[in-house]
């Protein structure tokens, strides 16, 4: 098969090697370039350049398409958005793995070839996204929401609502296909996070799936920051909010109250009762030595509702394991000391409590300096005097 090679060639031989090429492989193309220019070239090669997938080697798909892109690089007209939009929508449609390995690289390609301002790096990457996906390969094209947000701090103009929450609904999607349920949570809270309060209503389910996925996370145990969303708030009222209050501000007693009224509830949602039960659990622990230094094993097995007391050091090693709270048992004397916690909630109150206690440090600190300068010159005014 005689795949074109460009070498030193202008753009409009090329477009004629590639209108061979493809006539060559059965594609409704003429030979002949148009009238029209490169443009209209370019539009009717990118409209049959699937056929290659059909008949060459992925190899030479590379080639085939990576001349493509070298093409649309170098145009400039008014059409030449489009034509970036056609040619992504081709690749996306590889017909096997091995062809849409191909076809990422290729898209990577166009993505770099653009420039930093130019709008058309969101329609290419997005593309790029849903063939990570497919592919498996998502980690090529995504690394964290910070990175994916500076890829398009330069665009001009900037990225719509709109196009943030495609985004954002789009590797939503493709994270938890892939297994990253933790990042695919961060995501949608960033997706949340897009939402006013006047459109608010409009990701009401994704509000639901976000609370509902966080709860479900066993590796999740703080939920202060979901109420501060909009498309949260504007669930205020519902059953799934007030299990979302419990989570925050609540005591295992409180869920257990909530759960005997609202078991089909609870259920219907997908999340299990015992896991509940033992994230409460250990929320309530959090809460209980959020101010205290030392707490007895019994005070926790009440406090805690655990059956017998054996249990206690079990519970208190599940505990420590989440590195919520940093603590020592003594079982001998049958008490856990407390060397710190993670709050649950961060209120004003609490961010008061951290200004002053680092107002305190800096005092202490200016203080210790002070002295340590004070004790230096006593010393070099004792070596002059021995002089």
Known sequence: MNVPVFIDISLEEQAEELRGYFKSLGAEISEERSEKGLEDDLHKIIGVCDASFKEATESEVEGIMNGIVSMLALCSGDKSESLILSFCEKLSKAPTTELGLVCLKVLWSLFQSLEDISSMRYHVYYYLVGLAGRTKQLATVYTDMATTRNMFAKSQPALSTEQLQKLYRLLHEVLLASGRSEEAGLVMVELLGTFTTENASQAREEAQRC??????????????????????????????????????????????????????????????????????????????????????????????????????????????????????????????????????????????????????????????????QHVASAQVDLMHKKI
């Not at 609370?211 to 996370?217: E, K, N, V």
């Not at 003594?330 to 107002?359: C, E, K, N």
């Open 211 to 372: 609370i509902i996925a966080s709860l479900a996370d066993p590796n999740t145990f703080l939920f202060d920051h979901l109420l501060s969303l909009k498309p949260v708030k504007f669930l205020a009222g519902e059953l799934i909010h007030d299990l979302l209050n419990i989570f925050v501000f609540e005591k295992l007693e409180v869920y257990n109250k909530f759960y005997e009224g609202h078991k089909e509830f609870v259920n219907g949602l997908g999340l299990k009762h015992e896991d509940n039960t033992r994230k409460m659990k250990l929320l309530s622990f959090m809460q209980l030595a959020e101010n205290r230094s030392e707490i007895t094993f019994a005070e926790i097995q009440e406090s805690i509702q655990i059956k017998e007391e054996e249990e206690v050091e079990e519970f208190l090693i599940d505990v420590i394991k989440t590195k919520l709270v940093r603590a020592k048992l003594a079982q001998g004397d049958g008490i856990v000391y407390v060397s710190s916690t993670m709050h649950r909630t961060f209120g004003p109150g609490d961010w008061q409590q951290l200004h002053q206690l680092l107002s305190q440090w800096k005092t202490n600190i200016h203080t210790v300096k002070d002295q340590m």
